[in-house]
């Protein structure tokens, strides 16, 4: 679906940033009087056509619906006047109809935010969670090693009371030895433990960063959200299109936008 604009303000920029990221519509050439204004800057960082003459937008040959920004009625008569005129069948949005996709795209834009909030709240929560038995575990393997090490100190030592009773210590140096080999298994299990502790500090800090990334977008769109949006202050109601004027219009189709 191929669209053209007309008017380039704040409403212009939200319709097409949320245009885009429809896969089957397509912005495909914008018109405003002035080279500065948020739909026509915005447009440029998408690789959209800008002009100043209303007449590119009306005989684009893939225009399919054309949505009016101005509030203009002189604007909006070329318009209509020029699709009755060429029996062109392209559709018409005008600026009342824009209004109310711009106050449906504030209102979805509002209730997901709530959305990524809710979760942006969540993740904190399981981060802190994870984060708290995270120095349980920490804990919990410094213990061990420890242990490990007192254990293997007594296997030590038990080898060498075993040794002094000779063949009168056999058995005992036989239990010592089964102990030994324990401590050697439970040690390569406590690495294990630890690897896995790394791991799961890595990912928690990769969460943590994911919370933070999802916050400062939730900010940075909220902070464009508050901006003005509006769609022009001027709405015209009536879809149908008007009827010719009586008199003649001298003034070229290709004429400037007066907004």
């Known amino acids: 679906m191929n669209i053209g604009m007309v008017g380039g303000g704040r409403a212009a920029a939200v319709l097409m940033d949320y245009f885009t990221r429809i896969p089957s519509v397509?912005?495909?050439i914008l018109c405003d009087l002035s080279e500065d204004a948020p739909g026509v800057l915005r447009a440029r960082e998408l690789g959209i056509k800008t002009t100043k003459?209303?007449?590119?937008?009306?005989?684009w040959s893939q225009l399919e619906i054309l949505v009016e920004l101005t509030g203009s009625s002189g604007v909006q008569a070329k318009i209509f006047r020029a699709r009755q005129e060429t029996d062109s069948h392209w559709d018409v949005i005008?600026?009342?109809?824009?209004?109310?996709?711009?106050?449906?795209?504030?209102?979805?834009?509002?209730?997901?935010?709530?959305?990524?909030?809710?979760?942006?709240?969540?993740?904190?929560?399981?981060?802190s969670q994870a984060g708290h038995a995270q120095t349980r575990i920490h804990t919990a393997d410094g213990n061990v090693a420890k242990l490990l090490r007192e254990a293997h100190?007594?296997?030590?030592?038990?080898?060498?009371?075993?040794?002094?009773?000779?063949?009168?210590?056999a058995g005992f140096a036989a239990l010592v030895g089964r102990l030994d080999d324990l401590i050697k298994q439970i040690t390569e299990a406590a690495k294990d433990i630890s690897a896995a502790s790394d791991e799961n500090r890595s990912m928690l800090e990769q969460l943590s960063r994911s919370e933070q990334h999802l916050r400062e977008q939730l900010v940075q769109g909220n902070t464009t959200q508050n901006e003005p949006t509006a769609a022009p202050a001027k709405s015209v109601g009536k879809m149908k299109d008007p009827a010719p004027p009586k008199t003649k219009d001298t003034a070229p189709l290709g004429e400037l936008l007066r907004v």
């Open 26 to 28: 397509d912005v495909g």
């Open 53 to 59: 003459d209303l007449s590119n937008v009306l005989r």
């Open 94 to 127: 005008t600026s009342g109809g824009a209004k109310i996709l711009c106050e449906m795209i504030d209102a979805q834009t509002r209730q997901i935010g709530g959305i990524a909030e809710d979760i942006c709240r969540q993740l904190k929560d399981l981060s």
């Open 153 to 169: 100190m007594v296997t030590v030592n038990g080898r060498i009371e075993a040794s002094r009773l000779g063949q009168a210590g």
